[in-house]
């Protein structure tokens, strides 16, 4: 991919996270008010200081009014943005870009999802055009189902060696969840627990899977030559990078389940863009989009932080705990939060937000954050047809 | 010559043992077993499986120029059925498909019928058939098809040649359903079966008269319907003493009403020599008698699967699911969002993809697209496809998975990756098999369903099911 990229051209300089919850009392509404409201006390400004907006939300909204109704927001141009499970990270692509172009001075990206308006356990669709009735109706549980077998298969782990790797996955996030305010679910979970719980599709049990919560995230946005006017502790924009898969993994037969191409050409692109050659040493954190176990193994090789076929190894080893060599989802991932579709991309820039300004609670605070690197994926959609997302953030302006 | 060309019968692959309904409910328990559609299957699935098999067995290249579907228990009213058959079997928009729906007698209508024109036609005839739980009809009911391609020699070999009948036709109340209601009702027997003798004597002189044949001529008597007492008494008086007994099938499939007469006849070809003359009598509102003799082309004629191979390769449903499957229990829904009704128009777009599992290959590189695409996957070709017919094209699981929280009318839902012989992959819902039972590597076919209704439109596509055959 021939992306230039806007390495150091944009800094993060005020961030705002909800809670992740069941908010049977808060509407999409409130959670964005929240969200901007942090986010504005953060950088120390007011809505009318920002130049323009984008809000993501995949099923609890629709056009630019759903911000600018709700804020208030006098004659502000104001952005829809939806692309799966990037939803988010694509608000904050969007508002990147406009202030890197140097059409704003100020920008905000800002994610919600109020899922639990739905009366549906799961994730329920919204605004689905009419169709032929062909297509598939499997939940996202049975694709990534199909992942599991698959790696087993072709890398020698056994049923019983991967029903431990997966828990040991799921165990990581919720032992880093425990330790995050915001998580919707807080509380560690035994190794037992995780392979005893109920089967909810193919060899994935309730722990494999992540939650379903509402909630939401802002950013803002500024030229990285003036991110200093507004804190001390800027992140800069070291790579943003999107991939929307042409849906072929379940058209051509020479697609085996074990990997993403969609996520390997985003990662290459986003290390081109922030110059990073070996991301294993250079990331000092990732969020990644554990929304069942299976994919987080996968994403480990993808990401290019394990060789093909020996994160099963890496996983059990706990090179990707809190204390190992490369924390990923210190906050507790998916998993701990749950998965507001539209919210989640941002809720991992906050994380970074934190762990990299050294602003994370002791309890769950990095180890490896003088690395001053991180990494944010959210992946959209299947095994064989997803949307793929890396940003890159990172301390210093090179 | 005119006669049958080919056939072939479709009998679903579930099975319930009789003796089921009496541990449930206590009563003599009975023998034998009955075929179950499954739940994603109509009188029209079972049509077009039939109608699949009986075309596979037919010389290439030789086209129906008419269809003609006959079932009892219709999946649409006002809206023709055949037309789904006709749509799934691609036959050409010139060639016409009726309906004849409602009473079991449409099934030897539409045979006797079709042996009285002109031209290629094939007729398909189908039945699931219901009764009230712990009922006779419930018992010894089967679903089931069959179809039959007739025609003149002059259209393909003739494995059986008709050699003439008669019909007898009374208006007397024997048994009725009104529109609306699941299941029959039968007046006492004994009537009706002072009705159907005299009828069933007076049709079985007059084709043996037509045919220029004596009852100790015939080698195959085959005397079926529902009014069972009847058929019995019947083929007592009908002096056919160097007839063999024929399988009628109600140890192991049930009486499928209109599909049964044209199954019956199918089973019986499977097994006869050239020369062997076959009475068909079917008892339903009056008494048709059709003769056939088997040509020498029979030797050389090999059914796509025989009844006698479906009737062994049946598998077992409990019958709590039968009950459920046929709407006699209202189970508790799956907690998701039930499937919105599918566009007429997005469907009329997609005919062929939809009905006939046809993709689209690449004419450059190859590369097979299910569903068909415009732009190729390999290459990057735009509109440079040609049509790729996949239905009658075996495939090899690459993935499978089951589904405990996705909609289902009969959950769970297994779902596998399949990849095609010859190239091409589709992600498809498996049916007719347990998870558990299916891993990477078996081999599937695929077959006509139905997944879902919703606003009353019938959603049908294809799955995939074992070879088992």
């Keep these: 991919m021939a992306s230039q990229g806007i390495k150091d051209r944009v800094a993060i300089v005020g961030m705002g996270c909800t809670p992740f919850a069941e908010h049977w009392n808060k509407s999409a509404d409130d959670l964005m008010i929240e969200s901007t409201t942090a986010a504005f006390q953060d950088a120390g400004l007011d809505k009318d200081a920002i130049d323009a907006y984008w809000v993501g939300t995949a099923m609890s909204g629709a056009s630019g009014m759903m911000l600018a109704r709700p804020l208030q927001l006098q004659n502000k141009p104001v952005t829809h943005v939806e692309n799966f499970c990037a939803t988010a990270s694509e608000a904050l692509r969007g508002a990147a870009y406009a202030v890197a172009s140097g059409a704003y001075d100020v920008a905000m990206a800002v994610g919600v999802e109020k899922v639990k308006d739905s009366g549906y356990q799961g994730l329920v669709g919204a605004g689905k055009p009419p169709t032929d009735g062909t297509g598939r109706t499997l939940t996202a549980a049975a694709m990534f189902a199909m992942c599991a077998p698959a790696y087993g298969a072709k890398y020698g782990v056994d049923k019983d060696e991967m029903r431990q790797v997966l828990a040991r996955i799921a165990w990581k996030n919720h032992y880093n969840g425990a330790r995050n305010p915001r998580a919707q679910f807080r509380r560690e979970v035994s190794m037992d627990t995780i392979c005893n719980a109920p089967v909810m599709a193919g060899d994935l049990r309730v722990f494999d899977c992540s939650g379903v919560a509402d909630g939401s995230a802002a950013a803002i946005l500024v030229r990285a030559e003036d991110a200093h006017k507004y804190t001390d502790k800027p992140l800069y924009i070291k790579a943003l990078s999107l991939v929307a898969g042409n849906c072929s993994g379940n058209a051509d037969p020479n697609y085996d389940y074990t990997w993403f191409p969609e996520i390997n050409a985003t990662a290459q692109d986003a290390y081109a863009q922030a110059g990073v050659t070996n991301p294993r040493d250079e990331i000092a954190m990732a969020e990644v989009h554990d929304c069942f176990t299976p994919a987080e193994l996968l994403i480990m090789e993808d990401l290019g932080f394990a060789d093909r076929g020996s994160a099963w190894k890496e996983v059990l080893a706990g090179t990707f705990d809190l204390e190992g060599d490369l924390p990923v989802n210190p906050d507790g991932g998916l998993k701990s939060f749950g998965h507001p579709v539209g919210a989640s991309g941002l809720r991992m820039v906050f994380e970074a937000w934190l762990q990299l300004r050294g602003e994370a609670p002791e309890q769950r605070r990095i180890k490896t954050a003088d690395r001053g690197l991180a990494l944010t994926h959210n992946l959209g959609g299947y095994p064989g047809e997803m949307v793929s997302f890396i940003s890159i953030t990172g301390t210093e302006r090179g | 010559m005119r006669g049958i060309i080919s056939t072939a019968g479709y009998v679903p692959y579930h099975r319930l043992q009789r003796q089921a309904i009496s541990t449930v409910f206590k009563g003599a328990p009975a023998k034998g077993s009955r075929a179950v559609a499954s739940y994603d299957e109509d009188t029209t699935t079972l049509g077009v499986e039939a109608a699949r098999f009986a075309l596979r067995a037919a010389p290439e290249n030789l086209e129906p120029a008419a269809l003609w579907f006959a079932t009892a228990d219709p999946a649409y009213l006002d809206k023709t059925n055949a037309t789904a058959i006709h749509a799934a079997l691609r036959l050409g928009v010139e060639t016409p498909a009726f309906d004849m729906v409602g009473a079991v007698r449409s099934g030897v209508g539409a045979l006797r019928t079709a042996l009285e024109t002109r031209g290629p036609v094939l007729v398909v005839t189908s039945d699931t058939r219901n009764g009230a739980p712990t009922g006779i009809e419930e018992a010894s009911g089967g679903d089931g098809a069959a179809a039959a391609l007739i025609g003149d020699d002059s259209d393909g070999p003739v494995i059986a040649e008709y050699l003439g009948g008669a019909s007898a036709t009374e208006e007397f109340i024997d048994r009725w359903r009104t529109p609306g209601d699941r299941v029959s009702k039968v007046w006492e027997e004994r009537f009706g079966e002072t009705q159907y003798l005299p009828l069933g004597e007076r049709a079985w002189n007059g084709a043996l008269k037509q045919a220029g044949l004596s009852p100790e001529q015939i080698d195959r008597l085959i005397v079926t319907g529902l009014h069972s007492r009847a058929v019995r008494g019947l083929a007592g008086r009908l002096g056919a003493t160097n007839a063999a007994t024929v399988d009628d099938l109600s140890a192991t499939v049930g009486n499928t009403g209109a599909g ?201 596509f294809w799955k995939a099911r074992p070879i088992r055959a």
């Design chain 2, 260 to 460: 049964h007469p044209l199954l019956l006849l199918t089973s019986t070809l499977e097994d006869a020599e050239p020369g062997t003359v076959i009475a068909l009598v079917v008892l339903a509102d009056g008494v048709e008698v059709l003769l056939f003799r088997a040509t020498d082309a029979i030797s050389s004629y090999r059914p796509a699967r025989s009844v006698a191979t479906q009737v062994g390769a049946g598998g077992d449903v409990d019958y709590g699911k039968f009950l459920a499957w046929r709407g006699m229990v209202t189970l508790e829904r799956p907690r998701r969002p039930e499937p919105d009704r599918i566009s007429a128009s997005a469907t009329g777009r997609n005919t062929e993809w939809k009905y006939a599992f046809v993709g689209s290959r690449d004419r450059a590189t190859g590369a097979l697209h299910l569903p068909p695409a415009r732009v190729s996957r390999e290459g990057g070709a735009q509109d440079d496809m040609e049509p790729a017919p996949m239905a009658d094209v075996p495939g090899t699981i690459a993935s499978i998975t089951v589904d405990r929280i996705a909609y289902s009318p009969s959950p769970p839902i297994v779902f596998a990756v399949v990849d095609f012989d010859g190239g091409g992959r589709h992600a498809v819902e498996l049916t007719d098999s347990d998870f558990g039972s299916l891993e990477v590597g078996d081999r599937v076919e695929m077959t006509f369903r139905r997944l879902f209704t919703a606003d009353g439109i019938h959603n049908y």
